[in-house]
């Protein structure tokens, strides 16, 4: 059966480099084998790594603290709710 390559969203150019470059350099040289999986499975097509806006990334507001304007952008991509908000 023939599958489908995973899309991978992500906000940082380097690691798309680093886990698309098969080349060992001086900042990649302590990696964990995970990243060699994903590098392995980029290689042979399976997962495909595509750099999105830092601004776009929706799963920031989940991670990190954002400026309000920006979370409430997001968070409003995402569709939720705020349940204390007076109706």
């Known amino acids: 059966m023939p599958l489908q390559a995973s899309v991978v969203f992500y906000d940082s150019?380097?690691?798309i480099q680093l886990a698309s470059n098969p080349t060992c350099n001086e900042r990649s040289k302590h990696i964990?084998?995970?990243?060699?999986?994903?590098?392995?499975?980029?290689?042979i097509g399976f997962i495909n790594l595509?750099?999105?806006k830092s601004q776009d990334q929706l799963a920031d507001p989940m991670a990190k603290a954002l400026h309000r304007p920006l979370f409430q952008s997001l968070i409003s991509k995402l569709g939720t709710l705020d349940i204390y908000l007076p109706t």
């Open 13 to 15: 150019k380097s690691a």
């Open 50 to 52: 595509v750099q999105v």
């Open 32 to 43: 964990d084998i995970d990243c060699h999986f994903i590098r392995e499975h980029v290689q």
